[in-house]
Structures are given as C-alpha cells and as structure tokens.
T-cell receptor
Framework: GAGVSQSPRYKVTKRGQDVALRCDPI?????LYWYRQALGQGPEFLTYFNYEAQQDKSGLPNDRFSAERPEGSISTLTIQRTEQRDSAMYRCASSLAARGAGKLFFGSGTQLSVL | GNSVTQMEGPVTLSEEAFLTINCTYT??????LFWYVQYPGEGLQLLLK?????DKGSNKGFEATYRKETTSFHLEKGSVQVSDSAVYFC??????????????FGKGTLLTVNP
C-alpha cells in the first residue's frame, strides 16, 4: 500500500477482554516496529521485527502483551486481559532496511480505550 | 538511561515568524538525533536527522545542528507557514552507526501557526 495501515483506528473494550491490533506495513519493508504513546507523551518502543523474526521485545510491559509477524508482512499486537492502564495510542512503523537502519514510516495508530 | 527533553508547548506563532523548538538529550555513546513531525490525523514522519557531532540536518526549511558540547539538537525555521502547524518530536536512537532502531522520543511540542 501507499503507507503503513493500522486497524482498527479506534478500539473500545472492557477491562479483562483481549484485543488484537493489526499493522500492514509498506510493501517490501523489512523491519516493523510497535510503539505505544500515552496522552501527552512521546512514543515508547515496544518491539521490533526483521522479516518474521522478533528481534527485540524488551519494551513489552508484561506477558499480557505479545506480537507476531508470521509471514514477514502483516503484524498483530495482542493484549490479553486488558487493563485500564493499557489505554493509549498504539503506533506501528516500518522501514525498508534490515536491522532498523533507515527511515521509519509510521501509521496513524490505533487508539485503544479500556473501560 | 537515554532521555530527551523538549521545550513544552503549545507554541503559537504568526505566519513568517521565526521558530525555535529546544531539545536536549542524555545518552551514552554516540546516538543519532532526529526530528519527527506529526500533522493532524497522520502518522509521524521523519523531518530531519543528524548522525554525528556538528552535523546539520535540514529539510523543508527546517534545520537542526547536533551539538555534543551542549547535548542539544534545537529545531529552527526562519519563516513558518500555516502548513507547518503540527506536533514536533525530538528523538534519539540507542543503536550505533546511524541506526534508528529503538528510538527514544521527547514528549512532543504542538506548534500552531496563525495566518
């Protein structure tokens, strides 16, 4: 596609439910990143993939958070048993080069609200 | 650890005014420095970058110089336009060799330019 596409744009869920956030990177981009942005803050790194391999998941807050990119393209970030503190904007980015070098292209994000 | 401190907004200017958004950083090693911009309803976009001390990044009339002695990377533009209204994020990477994997962002500065 023309840019990084994220869906849904908005997600409202009840505490305790699982959610899955989708990211469709720019075609041919090797690297994919997930960031989380709280209101009034800058984005914070969650995890990073090269092709289908998850290279770094050190930013995932706890084991309720997981991410996959099984075919090296679309990625899903899953949050299990959501809590109110998980409410934030979740941003995906991709880059053409491997190992994170190069320019990042961000999607518009998924705004998650946990009630 | 690494951190970025940005001038707090919001910043409101008239068209053709001079813009400065201050950014200072704390980092080990030799990070690369970035300015990202987020226009309303869109994802973050790389505006400019600098990979070593005394480098100047520039794009669309914006400039920033990597000052190691003052650990700063202030964003400037000589004459702003209404279309420059956006949120600006200063960032650094934790990688080496110019990699922008695992960015650390500032909180962002909202700029509004009035006609």
């Amino acid at each position: 596609g023309a840019g990084v596409s994220q869906s849904p744009r908005y997600k409202v869920t009840k505490r305790g439910q699982d959610v899955a956030l989708r990211c469709d990177p720019i075609s041919g981009h090797v690297s994919l990143y997930w960031y989380r942005q709280a209101l009034g803050q800058g984005p914070e790194f969650l995890t990073y993939f090269n092709y289908e391999a998850q290279q770094d998941k050190s930013g995932l807050p706890n084991d309720r958070f997981s991410a996959e990119r099984p075919e090296g393209s679309i990625s899903t970030l899953t949050i299990q048993r959501t809590e109110q503190r998980d409410s934030a904007m979740y941003r995906c980015a991709s880059s053409l080069a491997a190992r994170g070098a190069g320019k990042l292209f961000f999607g518009s994000g998924t705004q998650l609200s946990v009630l | 650890g690494n951190s970025v401190t940005q001038m707090e907004g919001p910043v409101t200017l008239s068209e053709e005014a001079f813009l400065t958004i201050n950014c200072t950083y704390t980092a080990t090693g030799y990070p690369s420095l970035f300015w990202y911009v987020q226009y309303p309803g869109e994802g973050l976009q790389l505006l400019l970058k600098a990979t070593k001390a005394d480098d100047k990044g520039s794009n669309k009339g914006f400039e920033a110089t990597y000052r190691k002695e003052t650990t700063s990377f202030h964003l400037e533009k000589g004459s702003v336009q209404v279309s420059d209204s956006a949120v600006y994020f200063c960032a650094l990477d934790r990688g080496s060799g110019g990699s922008n994997y695992k960015l650390t962002f500032g909180k962002g500065t909202l700029l509004t330019v009035n006609p």
